[in-house]
């Protein structure tokens, strides 16, 4: 199967031009459906099938390239278009075909009388080929395309709808915002690929990270190499001060939520840095960098989820929270760690998103969770399939999340010292917090909605297969990264199938010191008792007694308003950035020098032109005697000058 890797790529390529060329004349939603998802599940069984073979195989042999073309050849620079099947690529490929295929068939429900049905189809088999061509290339120029298909798919899919009103705007303005501040953080990375070239004198992933080990280079180039790089990861995976672009596409359909912006493309920016390890483990300072960037994002977007009431909005503040968690573990150093919270987010978060779209399908498209209420008894298998997801995401014990969110507090603390611990696990206490908020309003206590306008029901099986599926996972996904005071003699073996690839990063990335399982258990006790008793509190509050609620909103008002308008950076992005852009733009680009001194130029040669015209054209009288006149008079003049000249 490895060497036909390539039909997990070409596969949704193919769905792509089917139900995008033809696809509103096939007219049938489960036609198109079928072929949308088929298409997708193909491409998760070649996947399967690489990664079963690839595990056969001995440890230094799992590493294979597909060479398919040569794509540029030119003074030197050759660009293969290849793909690089390895330990890492394939357990993206596998999130992203996996999860990939259970959103596309949630989508067939969810989307049910869209007038752009086979459009929706149509874009998201166009995004699972971009980012199967990110997670493959076995170079940066490949993994670039894929990166900027990503974004693509990101503006068609966010604007979806793009003629609904969105807050203040619609979606195509949301669209617009993402499309734009992406391109900001492209633009990074785009000089980090330049520098690697100039580097390095080459492209391929197996030459620059070989080369970044022997060669003997300065870690000054290292660090702006990496640095760039990681401009682009902050704008593809929502990080500060680029994330503000992640909250606002949730203007899209919830399945747009789910695959793009929790399970596949926004790990995009971690799937890089965890590739280039190699490169960034040369640049210790660039890694603190990340790994502060991370945490910070983490808690500052956990507290902005916390007062939030829109159900898809807080999700995405959750989205950005874990983001952040991921890119503290690489920053740390723990580069597994962070691939393997992007496996286990990856099922957790997608059912959280499709389990919102299920309410909201419900809830006839109402989105404020302070307007739901009770619907456990409605919605059964959504409540608890969400229940599991909510529980995984504040790393309830035994659940997918626990174990991941664990190893990363723990190489947080191992690797970064103590206050890196001491904020992951208070942001994990208020992920846990906002969580059960959303669950408490959203399924428990006493019911909001005006039952006149609001009918709450269960969804049909179509959406509800693809939640008990994700559900399955978000309980036993962690299962393969059991820490190793554990799993005892096998160790950790979601970090050990890992380890080949990180292996030449590890020997460059500075340790703390030792430290004991005594510790570890402790530290993972601890954060499990702040989880259990956010939960509770949550619960408590939410479903027993609200007016505690209220008092602290009340005491704290200024704080909840900071907290409620986001810190207001949206607002201050548009004072200082956008408003002095347009009107530099209008006042000076366009009223000034484009209309006063470039317009003024040409409009003033051609009114020059026009008034020595109209005085030449004078001479043409049309009397033929003047002209011979004329004539007599210059022959004359050029007699005259010819004799005095001599």
């Given at each position: 199967?490895?060497?036909?890797?390539?039909?997990?790529?070409?596969?949704?390529l193919?769905?792509?031009?089917?139900?995008?060329?033809i696809g509103?004349?096939?007219?049938n939603?489960i036609i198109?459906?079928i072929?949308g998802?088929?298409?997708?599940?193909?491409?998760?069984?070649i996947?399967l099938?690489a990664?079963?073979?690839?595990?056969?195989?001995p440890?230094?042999?799992?590493?294979?390239?597909?060479?398919?073309?040569?794509w540029?050849?030119a003074?030197?620079l050759n660009?293969?278009f290849?793909?690089?099947?390895?330990?890492?690529?394939?357990?993206?490929s596998?999130?992203v075909?996996g999860?990939?295929f259970?959103?596309?068939?949630?989508s067939?429900?969810y989307?049910?009388?869209?007038?752009?049905?086979?459009?929706?189809?149509a874009?998201?088999?166009?995004?699972i080929?971009s980012?199967?061509?990110l997670?493959?290339?076995?170079?940066?120029?490949?993994?670039f395309l894929g990166?900027?298909?990503v974004?693509?798919?990101s503006?068609?899919l966010?604007?979806?709808?793009y003629?609904?009103?969105?807050?203040?705007?619609?979606?195509a303005?949301?669209?617009?915002?993402?499309?734009?501040?992406?391109r900001?953080?492209?633009f990074?990375?785009?000089?980090?690929?330049?520098?690697?070239?100039l580097?390095f004198?080459?492209l391929n992933f197996n030459e620059?990270f070989?080369?970044?080990?022997?060669l003997?280079i300065?870690?000054?180039t290292?660090?702006?190499?990496?640095?760039f790089l990681?401009?682009g990861?902050?704008?593809?995976?929502a990080?500060?001060?680029?994330?503000?672009?992640l909250?606002?596409?949730?203007a899209?359909p919830?399945?747009?939520s789910a695959?793009i912006h929790a399970?596949?493309?926004?790990?995009?920016?971690?799937?890089?840095?965890s590739?280039?390890?190699i490169?960034?483990?040369?640049?210790p300072?660039?890694?603190m960098?990340?790994?502060?960037i991370?945490?910070?994002?983490?808690l500052?977007?956990?507290?902005i989820?916390?007062?939030q009431?829109?159900?898809?909005k807080?999700?995405a503040y959750?989205?950005?929270?874990q983001?952040g968690?991921?890119?503290?573990?690489?920053g740390?150093?723990a580069?597994?760690?962070s691939?393997?919270?992007?496996?286990t987010?990856?099922?957790?978060?997608?059912l959280?998103?499709?389990g919102?779209?299920?309410?909201?399908?419900?809830m006839?498209n109402e989105?404020?969770i302070q307007n739901?209420?009770?619907?456990?008894?409605?919605?059964?298998k959504t409540?608890?399939t969400?229940?599991?997801?909510?529980?995984?995401i504040?790393?309830?014990?035994?659940l997918?999340?626990?174990?991941?969110?664990?190893?990363?507090?723990?190489y947080?603390?191992?690797n970064?010292?103590f206050?890196f611990?001491?904020?992951g696990?208070?942001?994990a206490?208020?992920?846990?917090f906002?969580?059960?908020?959303?669950f408490?309003?959203?399924?428990?206590?006493n019911?909001?909605?005006d039952?006149?306008?609001?009918?709450?029901?269960?969804?049909p099986?179509?959406?509800?297969?693809?939640?008990i599926?994700?559900?399955?996972?978000?309980v036993?996904?962690?299962?393969?990264?059991?820490p190793?005071i554990?799993?005892?003699e096998?160790?950790?073996?979601?970090?050990?199938w890992?380890?080949?690839?990180?292996e030449?990063?590890e020997q460059?990335?500075n340790?703390?010191?030792?430290?004991t399982?005594t510790?570890?258990?402790?530290?993972?006790?601890?954060?499990?008792i702040?989880?259990?008793s956010?939960i509770?509190?949550?619960?408590?509050v939410y479903?027993?007694?609200?007016?505690?609620?209220?008092?602290?909103?009340?005491?704290?008002?200024?704080?909840?308003?900071l907290?409620?308008?986001?810190y207001?950076?949206d607002?201050?992005?548009?004072?200082?950035?956008?408003?002095p852009?347009?009107?530099?733009?209008e006042?000076?680009?366009?009223?000034?020098?484009d209309s006063?001194i470039?317009d003024?130029?040409?409009?003033?040669?051609?009114?020059i032109?026009?008034?020595?015209s109209?005085?030449?054209?004078?001479?043409?009288?049309?009397?033929?005697?003047l002209?011979?006149?004329v004539?007599?008079a210059g022959i004359a003049?050029?007699?005259l000058?010819i004799i005095?000249?001599?």
């Amino acid at each position: 199967m490895i060497n036909y890797i390539y039909l997990a790529v070409i596969f949704p390529l193919i769905g792509f031009l089917i139900n995008g060329l033809i696809g509103k004349k096939i007219k049938n939603e489960i036609i198109i459906g079928i072929i949308g998802s088929s298409t997708v599940g193909l491409s998760f069984i070649i996947s399967l099938g690489a990664f079963l073979q690839t595990l056969s195989l001995p440890v230094d042999q799992r590493a294979n390239t597909v060479e398919l073309f040569t794509w540029l050849s030119a003074n030197g620079l050759n660009i293969k278009f290849a793909y690089l099947v390895d330990q890492l690529s394939l357990t993206m490929s596998l999130i992203v075909t996996g999860v990939g295929f259970l959103i596309h068939v949630y989508s067939i429900g969810y989307m049910h009388g869209d007038r752009g049905f086979w459009r929706f189809f149509a874009y998201l088999n166009l995004f699972i080929f971009s980012m199967m061509n990110l997670v493959l290339g076995d170079n940066f120029v490949v993994l670039f395309l894929g990166w900027e298909g990503v974004g693509l798919c990101s503006y068609l899919l966010i604007g979806f709808w793009y003629d609904k009103k969105f807050e203040k705007s619609t979606t195509a303005d949301a669209a617009k915002k993402a499309f734009i501040v992406n391109r900001i953080g492209d633009f990074g990375f785009l000089l980090g690929i330049f520098l690697i070239y100039l580097t390095f004198d080459s492209l391929n992933f197996n030459e620059v990270f070989s080369k970044a080990q022997s060669l003997s280079i300065n870690e000054t180039t290292f660090s702006l190499i990496a640095l760039f790089l990681f401009i682009g990861a902050t704008g593809k995976s929502a990080q500060i001060p680029l994330y503000v672009w992640l909250p606002d596409a949730m203007a899209g359909p919830t399945p747009v939520s789910a695959l793009i912006h929790a399970a596949t493309m926004v790990t995009a920016g971690v799937y890089m840095v965890s590739r280039a390890s190699i490169l960034f483990a040369s640049a210790p300072a660039i890694m603190m960098l990340i790994a502060v960037i991370g945490l910070l994002t983490a808690l500052f977007a956990a507290s902005i989820g916390l007062v939030q009431n829109d159900i898809k909005k807080v999700l995405a503040y959750s989205t950005i929270s874990q983001l952040g968690y991921m890119f503290l573990a690489a920053g740390v150093g723990a580069f597994s760690a962070s691939i393997f919270h992007v496996m286990t987010h990856a099922f957790f978060k997608a059912l959280l998103f499709l389990g919102a779209g299920s309410v909201i399908h419900g809830m006839h498209n109402e989105q404020n969770i302070q307007n739901y209420g009770g619907l456990k008894k409605y919605m059964p298998k959504t409540y608890a399939t969400f229940l599991i997801a909510a529980l995984a995401i504040s790393g309830f014990p035994g659940l997918s999340g626990f174990f991941s969110k664990d190893e990363i507090l723990w190489y947080a603390y191992a690797n970064g010292g103590f206050i890196f611990w001491l904020i992951g696990a208070l942001t994990a206490m208020l992920t846990a917090f906002y969580v059960f908020r959303l669950f408490s309003l959203t399924f428990l206590g006493n019911e909001r909605f005006d039952h006149h306008k609001f009918h709450p029901h269960e969804s049909p099986p179509v959406m509800t297969i693809p939640l008990i599926i994700l559900a399955v996972l978000s309980v036993i996904g962690g299962y393969v990264g059991i820490p190793e005071i554990f799993s005892g003699e096998n160790g950790n073996l979601f970090e050990n199938w890992l380890a080949p690839v990180y292996e030449p990063a590890e020997q460059k990335i500075n340790h703390y010191g030792f430290h004991t399982h005594t510790q570890e258990i402790l530290l993972m006790t601890i954060s499990v008792i702040l989880a259990l008793s956010a939960i509770y509190f949550a619960l408590y509050v939410y479903t027993k007694n609200k007016n505690i609620a209220e008092n602290i909103s009340n005491r704290f008002r200024k704080f909840y308003n900071l907290l409620f308008n986001k810190y207001y950076v949206d607002e201050i992005y548009d004072a200082v950035i956008v408003k002095p852009i347009v009107t530099g733009s209008e006042k000076v680009l366009w009223k000034f020098t484009d209309s006063f001194i470039i317009d003024g130029i040409v409009n003033g040669i051609a009114k020059i032109i026009a008034i020595i015209s109209e005085s030449i054209r004078k001479i043409q009288t049309g009397i033929a005697q003047l002209y011979a006149l004329v004539i007599v008079a210059g022959i004359a003049a050029v007699l005259l000058w010819i004799i005095f000249t001599l």
